[in-house]
C-alpha cells in the first residue's frame, strides 16, 4: 500500500508544484528554482525508495478510482523500464532547473517557464506510469500541448509561434492515430490494462486488423519521434528556449516514440512488418539526421539533427527486436540523454556568453572559456563514440546488433554498412563541433566578450559530463544493475546474460567504429571550407526538405482550400450565414425523419388539451411578433419576446416541473432587463425599416417565414417521434427512486444537477465563467455609435433631476424591493435540495436584486454604496465547486462524489446536510458574478460616454451663410 501511494504522488508531484509556481511572483527567480529543484528530487527520492519493488521483473501499481461505475481507473504501474525512465526525466530535469535559473534574463517570466517545465515532467510521467493504455494516450497529447507551451515561450518572436505551432499539429495529429491504435488494440486484446495488452501479442500480431493497428501505431510513434518524414519540426522547435530544448529534446519528449517502441515490441513487434518499417525508417532518419547536422551552422541546429539521427539508431534497434538490440536501445537512450543534455546546455552557454550560436562567427573559446570547452569537448566526443566514454559502449552494442541480425533481406544485408556510414557523419560534425567553435584564432566580431558562466550555471554540464566519463570508464558498476533490471521488465526472462565491458577484443563491432571513426575524419577534412563557409545544407539536402512540403500543405489546408470554400458557399452577411447553417439543420432533420413510420395512434384530445394549445397559440403569436417587429420596434420585440418565455415557463407549471419554471421566469427576467440596459446603445435603423418596405426585402422575409415554419414543423416531428416511441425502461425512474436514498434530496432535479450529474454542472458553470468573461471583454472595447452615445431626449429637455423625479417611485420601490429579494435569495438556495430552487435559482435572484438597483439609480450612485466584485465572485464560486468535487479523493471516492447525512444541531435538532450544498454555493457565486460582470460591463458604458468631449455643435445652413 505504502508502494503504491508512492507511485501516485511521483505523478502528482510535478503538477501539484506546476499549480505553485504559477502563484509565485514573477520576480522570484530563486524561489521558482527552489520550488522546481525540490519537486524533481522529491521524484527522485520517491523513486529511490521504489526501487526494490521493480527487480527481478517485478512491478507497483497503484490506482484512482475515476468512473467505477463501469470499472474505469486511473491506474499507474512502474517496473525496472518506467524506472530508468523516470530517473532520466526527474534526474535530468533536476539539473535543468537549476539551469534555467542562470540562462534565463531577469525579464523573462519564471512562473511561465516553471509552471509549464514542471507541468511537462508530470505529463511524461503520466505517460511513462500509465498502466491504461487509453490514459497513455492522454497524457501523451498532454506533452505535446505542454510542449507547445514550452516552444512559443517567447511569443513575441515569429520563429516561435511558427515551431511551436508545427510541433502541435505533428505531435498532435500523430496522437490522435495513436489513440485509434490503442482503442483497436485494445479491442483485440479484450483489455485496455498494459499488461494485458503486452501480453496478447500472438493473438494481437496474428489479428487481420494487425495491419491497420501498426500503422497507426507507427504514425504516433514516429512523428513524436521526429522519424522520417516528420522529422522537420524537431529543428523548427529550436525557437525554445535552451533550457526547454536540453530537457524535451534529450530525455523526455523526443524519447517518448521510443518509448512506447519499446514497451510495446512484445504485443507488436517480432514480425517482418514491424521489421521492415521500423529499421527501415530508423536507418534511413540516421542517416539523414547526420548528413544535415554536418551542414548547419547554428550550434542548436546541429544538435537537433544530431538527436534525430540518434532517435533513428534507437528506432533501429527497436525494429530489430533481439533481446541484443533491445539491451542496446535502452542503453543508449540512458547514454544519449546524458550527453545531448550536457551539449545543450554548453551550446546555451556559448550563446549566453557570446551572444551568438553562428558557428561560423565562433572561434578560439577554449582560451577565453576553457573548462566549458573542456566539457563540451568530452561531451562531443561522447556523442562521436570515442572510447572511454558511454557513447562508444552502446554504439558498440548497436553495431553488433546490426551485424549479428540477418534474414536474408537487403535490409538485413545494407543495415551494418549504414549503421557505419551515418556513424562516420557522426564523428564528422562531432569533430567538427570541437574544432570550429573552440580552437583556431580568436573571434573578434562577437556581440559580447566571451567569459566563463556562472559557477551554478556550468554546475549541471559538469555532474553530467562526469556520468559519461563514469559510465564509459566503469561501465558495470555505474549502470550494469539498472540497465538489467529496465531490460529486464522489458524482456522477461528470456534475458541473456551480459555484462558491460570497455574492451571486447578485436572483433566486428570494434572494426566498424574504428572504420566510423576514419572515415568521420576524412568527411571532416575533406571539405571543410565548403562546409564551415557554405550554405546551411546541401542541395539535395534542400530538395528533401519535408518542412517546405508542411508549409506548402498547411498554406492549402489553411488558407487556398478555406478561401475557395469560402468563395463557393459563403454569404454576404450575418443573417445569409445564419440562414444557410439553419438550413443545413433542416435537411439533416429530415434525412433522419424520413424513413420513421408515422402510422402511430394520436392521443386523445380533450379540453385540458385544448387549453395548453391555446396557450401556446398565445406564446406563438409573441415568437412571431418578435421577429416581425424586431426592426421597427426593438422595445415591442422585447416585450413580445417576453411574452413568449412567460408561456414557456406556464408550460413548465402545466407540465408538473416547477424548478423549469422557476428558473425559466428568473432568467427571463435577468435577461430582460441586460436587454433592457443594451438596447440604447444598438445604432439606429431608420434606413434600413425604410428599405425593408419594398418588394424584395418582403420576399426575403417571406422566404425565411417559409424556413422558420419548416424548422419549428420539424422541430415538431422530432419531439413527438420521441414521445410516441414505446417506452423502455426510463432513466428518469431510477432518479426518482434514489433521488433521497443516494443523494439526500427529496428534489430530484437539483440532486440530478449538483450530485448525480455534478461533472456536467461543473462543466457548464466552467462555460458560463468563459462567456462571461468574454462578454466583459467585447463590451469594454466595444464604443457606440455617435447617435447611440447622445444623451436621451428626456435628459436634453428637463435635465437629469427631471429624469430622477420622472422614476422617483419606481427606483424608491426597487430600492425597497433589496433587501427582500436577498431574502428570496437565500430561501430559494437552502431550500433547494428538497423543493425547487437551488444554487443557480438562488444566484439569477440576487443577481436581479443588482440589476434593478442599476435601474434605479445611475451608476455611481450604486457604486458608491455597493462593492460587488464580480469577478472575484465567480472565481470563488469555480474554486468552491473544483475544491468540493477533489475533496471527495481525500476519503477515496471519485471526483464530485457526494455525501448527504443528518446533522444534530443544539437547539434546532437534526438537519439534513449534504455536500452537494457547497457545490451548489459554488455555482451560486458564479453565476451571480457572470451575470453581475456583465451587467456592469454594459452599465459602464454611459461612464465612458459621459468622460468623452462633447462633440462640435452642428453647423446649419443659416448659421454657414
Same mark, same amino acid.
Request: net charge positive; aromatic share 10%; hydrophobic share 55%.
Given at each position: 500500500?505504502?508502494?503504491?501511494? +508512492?507511485?501516485?504522488?511521483?505523478?502528482?508531484?510535478?503538477?501539484?508544484?506546476?499549480?505553485?509556481?504559477?502563484?509565485?511572483?514573477?520576480?522570484?527567480?530563486?524561489?521558482?528554482?527552489?520550488?522546481?529543484? +525540490?519537486?524533481?528530487?522529491?521524484?527522485?527520492?520517491?523513486?529511490?525508495?521504489?526501487?526494490?519493488?521493480?527487480?527481478?521483473?517485478?512491478?507497483?501499481?497503484?490506482?484512482?478510482?475515476?468512473?467505477?461505475?463501469?470499472?474505469?481507473?486511473?491506474?499507474?504501474?512502474?517496473?525496472?523500464?518506467?524506472?530508468?525512465?523516470?530517473?532520466?526525466?526527474?534526474?535530468?530535469?533536476? +539539473?535543468?532547473?537549476?539551469?534555467?535559473?542562470?540562462?534565463?534574463?531577469?525579464?523573462?517570466?519564471?512562473?511561465?517557464?516553471?509552471?509549464?517545465?514542471?507541468?511537462?515532467?508530470?505529463?511524461?510521467?503520466?505517460?511513462?506510469?500509465?498502466?491504461?493504455?487509453?490514459?497513455?494516450?492522454?497524457?501523451?497529447?498532454?506533452?505535446?500541448?505542454?510542449?507547445?507551451?514550452?516552444?512559443?515561450?517567447?511569443?513575441?518572436?515569429?520563429?516561435?509561434?511558427?515551431?511551436?505551432?508545427?510541433?502541435?499539429?505533428?505531435?498532435?495529429?500523430?496522437?490522435?492515430?495513436?489513440?485509434?491504435?490503442?482503442?483497436?488494440?485494445?479491442?483485440?486484446?479484450?483489455?485496455?490494462?498494459?499488461?494485458?495488452?503486452?501480453?496478447?501479442?500472438?493473438?494481437?500480431?496474428?489479428?487481420?486488423?494487425?495491419?491497420?493497428? $501498426?500503422?497507426?501505431?507507427?504514425?504516433?510513434?514516429?512523428?513524436?519521434?521526429?522519424?522520417?518524414?516528420?522529422?522537420?519540426?524537431?529543428?523548427?522547435?529550436?525557437?525554445?528556449?535552451?533550457?526547454?530544448?536540453?530537457?524535451?529534446?534529450?530525455?523526455?519528449?523526443?524519447?517518448?516514440?521510443?518509448?512506447?517502441?519499446?514497451?510495446?515490441?512484445?504485443?507488436?513487434?517480432?514480425?517482418?512488418?514491424?521489421?521492415?518499417?521500423?529499421?527501415?525508417?530508423?536507418?534511413?532518419?540516421?542517416?539523414?539526421?547526420?548528413?544535415?547536422?554536418?551542414?548547419?551552422?547554428?550550434?542548436?541546429?546541429?544538435?537537433?539533427?544530431?538527436?534525430?539521427? !540518434?532517435?533513428?539508431?534507437?528506432?533501429?534497434?527497436?525494429?530489430?527486436?533481439?533481446?541484443?538490440?533491445?539491451?542496446?536501445?535502452?542503453?543508449?537512450?540512458?547514454? !544519449?540523454?546524458?550527453?545531448?543534455?550536457?551539449?545543450?546546455?554548453?551550446?546555451?552557454?556559448?550563446?549566453?556568453?557570446?551572444?551568438?550560436?553562428?558557428?561560423?562567427?565562433?572561434?578560439?573559446?577554449?582560451?577565453?572559456?576553457?573548462?566549458?570547452?573542456? $566539457?563540451?569537448?568530452?561531451?562531443?566526443?561522447?556523442?562521436?563514440?570515442?572510447?572511454?566514454?558511454?557513447?562508444?559502449?552502446?554504439?558498440?552494442?548497436?553495431?553488433?546488433?546490426?551485424?549479428?541480425?540477418?534474414?536474408?533481406?537487403?535490409?538485413?544485408?545494407?543495415?551494418?554498412?549504414?549503421?557505419?556510414?551515418?556513424?562516420?557523419?557522426?564523428?564528422?560534425?562531432?569533430?567538427?563541433?570541437?574544432?570550429?567553435?573552440?580552437?583556431?584564432?580568436?573571434?573578434?566580431?562577437?556581440?559580447?566578450?566571451?567569459?566563463?558562466?556562472?559557477?551554478?550555471?556550468?554546475?549541471?554540464?559538469?555532474?553530467?559530463?562526469?556520468?559519461?566519463?563514469?559510465?564509459?570508464?566503469?561501465?558495470?558498476?555505474?549502470?550494469?544493475?539498472?540497465?538489467?533490471?529496465?531490460?529486464?521488465?522489458?524482456?522477461?526472462?528470456?534475458?541473456?546474460?551480459?555484462?558491460?565491458?570497455?574492451?571486447?577484443?578485436?572483433?566486428?563491432?570494434?572494426?566498424?567504429?574504428?572504420?566510423?571513426?576514419?572515415?568521420?575524419?576524412?568527411?571532416?577534412?575533406?571539405?571543410?571550407?565548403?562546409?564551415?563557409?557554405?550554405?546551411?545544407?546541401?542541395?539535395?539536402?534542400?530538395?528533401?526538405?519535408?518542412?517546405?512540403?508542411?508549409?506548402?500543405?498547411?498554406?492549402?489546408?489553411?488558407?487556398?482550400?478555406?478561401?475557395?470554400?469560402?468563395?463557393?458557399?459563403?454569404?454576404?452577411?450575418?443573417?445569409?450565414?445564419?440562414?444557410?447553417?439553419?438550413?443545413?439543420?433542416?435537411?439533416?432533420?429530415?434525412?433522419?425523419?424520413?424513413?420513421?413510420?408515422?402510422?402511430?395512434?394520436?392521443?386523445?384530445?380533450?379540453?385540458?388539451?385544448?387549453?395548453?394549445?391555446?396557450?401556446?397559440?398565445?406564446?406563438?403569436?409573441?415568437?412571431?411578433?418578435?421577429?416581425?417587429?424586431?426592426?421597427?420596434?426593438?422595445?415591442?420585440?422585447?416585450?413580445?419576446?417576453?411574452?413568449?418565455?412567460?408561456?414557456?415557463?406556464?408550460?413548465?407549471?402545466?407540465?408538473?416541473?416547477?424548478?423549469?419554471?422557476?428558473?425559466?421566469?428568473?432568467?427571463?427576467?435577468?435577461?430582460?432587463?441586460?436587454?433592457?440596459?443594451?438596447?440604447?446603445?444598438?445604432?439606429?435603423?431608420?434606413?434600413?425599416?425604410?428599405?425593408?418596405?419594398?418588394?424584395?426585402?418582403?420576399?426575403?422575409?417571406?422566404?425565411?417565414?417559409?424556413?422558420?415554419?419548416?424548422?419549428?414543423?420539424?422541430?415538431?416531428?422530432?419531439?413527438?417521434?420521441?414521445?410516441?416511441?414505446?417506452?423502455?425502461?426510463?432513466?428518469?425512474?431510477?432518479?426518482?427512486?434514489?433521488?433521497?436514498?443516494?443523494?439526500?434530496?427529496?428534489?430530484?432535479?437539483?440532486?440530478?444537477?449538483?450530485?448525480?450529474?455534478?461533472?456536467?454542472?461543473?462543466?457548464?458553470?466552467?462555460?458560463?465563467?468563459?462567456?462571461?468573461?468574454?462578454?466583459?471583454?467585447?463590451?469594454?472595447?466595444?464604443?457606440?455609435?455617435?447617435?447611440?452615445?447622445?444623451?436621451?431626449?428626456?435628459?436634453?429637455?428637463?435635465?437629469?433631476?427631471?429624469?430622477?423625479?420622472?422614476?422617483?417611485?419606481?427606483?424608491?420601490?426597487?430600492?425597497?424591493?433589496?433587501?427582500?429579494?436577498?431574502?428570496?435569495?437565500?430561501?430559494?438556495?437552502?431550500?433547494?435540495?428538497?423543493?425547487?430552487?437551488?444554487?443557480?435559482?438562488?444566484?439569477?435572484?440576487?443577481?436581479?436584486?443588482?440589476?434593478?438597483?442599476?435601474?434605479?439609480?445611475?451608476?455611481?450612485?450604486?457604486?458608491?454604496?455597493?462593492?460587488?466584485?464580480?469577478?472575484?465572485?465567480?472565481?470563488?464560486?469555480?474554486?468552491?465547486?473544483?475544491?468540493?468535487?477533489?475533496?471527495?479523493?481525500?476519503?477515496?471516492?471519485?471526483?464530485?462524489?457526494? !455525501?448527504?447525512?443528518?446533522?444534530?444541531?443544539?437547539?434546532?435538532?437534526?438537519?439534513?446536510?449534504?455536500?452537494?450544498?457547497?457545490?451548489?454555493?459554488?455555482?451560486?457565486?458564479?453565476?451571480?458574478?457572470?451575470?453581475?460582470?456583465?451587467?456592469?460591463?454594459?452599465?459602464?458604458?454611459?461612464?465612458?460616454?459621459?468622460?468623452?468631449?462633447?462633440?462640435?455643435?452642428?453647423?446649419?445652413?443659416?448659421?454657414?451663410?
Amino acid at each position: 500500500m505504502v508502494a503504491q501511494n +508512492l507511485l501516485l504522488m511521483l505523478v502528482l508531484a510535478p503538477f501539484v508544484a506546476a499549480a505553485l509556481a504559477a502563484t509565485l511572483p514573477a520576480g522570484a527567480r530563486n524561489a521558482q528554482c527552489w520550488l522546481a529543484g +525540490l519537486s524533481m528530487a522529491v521524484m527522485l527520492l520517491i523513486l529511490g525508495m521504489l526501487y526494490p519493488e521493480t527487480t527481478q521483473g517485478r512491478s507497483v501499481s497503484g490506482s484512482l478510482d475515476w468512473i467505477g461505475t463501469i470499472g474505469l481507473e486511473l491506474t499507474f504501474r512502474m517496473d525496472g523500464f518506467a524506472w530508468l525512465f523516470m530517473v532520466l526525466v526527474a534526474g535530468i530535469g533536476l +539539473l535543468v532547473m537549476l539551469y534555467a535559473r542562470y540562462y534565463m534574463a531577469s525579464d523573462d517570466s519564471f512562473p511561465r517557464l516553471y509552471a509549464c517545465l514542471l507541468a511537462f515532467a508530470g505529463a511524461m510521467a503520466g505517460m511513462i506510469l500509465s498502466g491504461n493504455i487509453i490514459m497513455l494516450v492522454v497524457f501523451w497529447e498532454l506533452t505535446s500541448f505542454a510542449s507547445f507551451l514550452l516552444i512559443g515561450y517567447w511569443y513575441r518572436r515569429q520563429d516561435a509561434r511558427d515551431g511551436a505551432r508545427m510541433s502541435l499539429i505533428v505531435t498532435a495529429s500523430g496522437g490522435l492515430c495513436l489513440l485509434v491504435a490503442m482503442v483497436v488494440l485494445g479491442q483485440i486484446a479484450g483489455s485496455y490494462d498494459l499488461e494485458t495488452v503486452l501480453k496478447a501479442g500472438p493473438r494481437i500480431t496474428g489479428h487481420a486488423l494487425y495491419p491497420v493497428v $501498426l500503422a497507426l501505431f507507427l504514425l504516433g510513434a514516429f512523428t513524436k519521434s521526429a522519424q522520417l518524414p516528420f522529422h522537420f519540426w524537431l529543428p523548427n522547435a529550436m525557437a525554445a528556449p535552451t533550457p526547454v530544448s536540453a530537457y524535451l529534446h534529450s530525455a523526455t519528449m523526443v524519447k517518448a516514440g521510443v518509448f512506447v517502441l519499446l514497451r510495446f515490441h512484445p504485443a507488436l513487434g517480432g514480425t517482418d512488418a514491424w521489421f521492415q518499417i521500423v529499421t527501415g525508417f530508423g536507418l534511413a532518419t540516421m542517416l539523414l539526421g547526420a548528413v544535415n547536422a554536418l551542414f548547419k551552422h547554428d550550434l542548436k541546429g546541429l544538435l537537433a539533427y544530431s538527436t534525430i539521427s !540518434h532517435l533513428g539508431l534507437i528506432t533501429a534497434l527497436a525494429g530489430i527486436g533481439t533481446p541484443q538490440a533491445l539491451i542496446a536501445a535502452v542503453f543508449h537512450i540512458a547514454n !544519449h540523454a546524458v550527453f545531448k543534455a550536457s551539449l545543450f546546455m554548453a551550446a546555451g552557454i556559448i550563446d549566453h556568453e557570446t551572444g551568438t550560436r553562428d558557428m561560423r562567427r565562433l572561434s578560439g573559446l577554449a582560451r577565453a572559456m576553457p573548462v566549458t570547452a573542456a $566539457l563540451a569537448i568530452i561531451a562531443s566526443a561522447a556523442m562521436a563514440g570515442v572510447p572511454l566514454l558511454n557513447g562508444f559502449l552502446s554504439k558498440e552494442m548497436f553495431f553488433e546488433a546490426t551485424y549479428l541480425w540477418n534474414n536474408g533481406s537487403p535490409l538485413d544485408n545494407a543495415a551494418p554498412y549504414i549503421a557505419v556510414l551515418a556513424s562516420a557523419f557522426s564523428a564528422a560534425y562531432s569533430l567538427r563541433f570541437i574544432v570550429k567553435v573552440f580552437f583556431g584564432p580568436d573571434a573578434h566580431d562577437l556581440p559580447r566578450q566571451p567569459h566563463e558562466p556562472h559557477g551554478l550555471m556550468r554546475l549541471p554540464v559538469l555532474v553530467l559530463v562526469a556520468i559519461c566519463l563514469l559510465i564509459g570508464i566503469l561501465p558495470q558498476q555505474v549502470l550494469g544493475g539498472w540497465l538489467q533490471t529496465a531490460s529486464l521488465a522489458l524482456i522477461g526472462p528470456d534475458l541473456p546474460e551480459f555484462s558491460l565491458k570497455i574492451w571486447h577484443g578485436v572483433n566486428a563491432p570494434f572494426v566498424m567504429s574504428t572504420i566510423a571513426m576514419g572515415l568521420g575524419v576524412l568527411l571532416y577534412l575533406l571539405p571543410r571550407s565548403q562546409i564551415d563557409t557554405g550554405e546551411d545544407s546541401t542541395r539535395l539536402m534542400r530538395r528533401m526538405d519535408v518542412a517546405r512540403q508542411y508549409n506548402r500543405s498547411m498554406d492549402i489546408l489553411t488558407i487556398r482550400l478555406p478561401r475557395a470554400a469560402l468563395r463557393l458557399l459563403s454569404a454576404n452577411g450575418l443573417q445569409a450565414q445564419l440562414r444557410a447553417i439553419v438550413l443545413l439543420a433542416l435537411a439533416g432533420g429530415w434525412f433522419a425523419l424520413r424513413r420513421l413510420d408515422w402510422n402511430v395512434p394520436l392521443p386523445a384530445l380533450g379540453p385540458r388539451e385544448l387549453v395548453f394549445g391555446l396557450l401556446w397559440l398565445v406564446g406563438a403569436a409573441c415568437a412571431i411578433g418578435a421577429a416581425w417587429q424586431a426592426k421597427y420596434h426593438r422595445f415591442a420585440a422585447l416585450i413580445l419576446m417576453g411574452g413568449a418565455g412567460l408561456v414557456t415557463c406556464a408550460t413548465f407549471v402545466w407540465l408538473s416541473a416547477p424548478d423549469l419554471a422557476v428558473t425559466q421566469l428568473l432568467v427571463e427576467i435577468a435577461t430582460t432587463a441586460l436587454l433592457l440596459l443594451g438596447l440604447r446603445w444598438l445604432p439606429k435603423r431608420d434606413k434600413e425599416i425604410a428599405d425593408d418596405r419594398n418588394l424584395r426585402a418582403r420576399g426575403r422575409r417571406f422566404r425565411d417565414l417559409l424556413i422558420a415554419l419548416g424548422c419549428g414543423t420539424g422541430a415538431t416531428a422530432m419531439a413527438l417521434a420521441v414521445l410516441l416511441t414505446a417506452p423502455g425502461a426510463a432513466v428518469g425512474d431510477w432518479f426518482l427512486r434514489n433521488a433521497y436514498v443516494e443523494g439526500g434530496g427529496t428534489n430530484v432535479v437539483n440532486v440530478i444537477l449538483v450530485d448525480f450529474r455534478a461533472f456536467d454542472t461543473f462543466g457548464e458553470i466552467t462555460v458560463l465563467a468563459v462567456v462571461g468573461l468574454t462578454v466583459y471583454a467585447l463590451l469594454r472595447r466595444f464604443r457606440p455609435a455617435p447617435e447611440s452615445a447622445e444623451r436621451p431626449r428626456l435628459q436634453l429637455d428637463d435635465g437629469e433631476q427631471a429624469l430622477e423625479a420622472y422614476l422617483f417611485v419606481p427606483a424608491v420601490i426597487m430600492q425597497w424591493l433589496f433587501a427582500p429579494i436577498i431574502a428570496l435569495s437565500a430561501y430559494l438556495f437552502f431550500r433547494g435540495h428538497d423543493l425547487p430552487g437551488g444554487g443557480f435559482a438562488a444566484g439569477v435572484t440576487l443577481a436581479v436584486a443588482f440589476l434593478l438597483q442599476y435601474v434605479a439609480a445611475n451608476v455611481r450612485w450604486v457604486e458608491a454604496r455597493l462593492t460587488v466584485l464580480p469577478m472575484r465572485w465567480m472565481g470563488a464560486g469555480l474554486t468552491t465547486a473544483a475544491m468540493v468535487g477533489a475533496g471527495s479523493w481525500i476519503f477515496g471516492y471519485p471526483f464530485l462524489t457526494a !455525501h448527504a447525512q443528518y446533522l444534530d444541531i443544539p437547539l434546532i435538532g437534526k438537519v439534513p446536510f449534504s455536500t452537494a450544498m457547497l457545490f451548489d454555493f459554488g455555482v451560486f457565486s458564479l453565476v451571480l458574478g457572470a451575470i453581475v460582470l456583465m451587467l456592469i460591463a454594459i452599465a459602464h458604458q454611459s461612464l465612458r460616454v459621459a468622460s468623452r468631449p462633447a462633440p462640435a455643435p452642428r453647423e446649419t445652413g443659416t448659421e454657414a451663410g
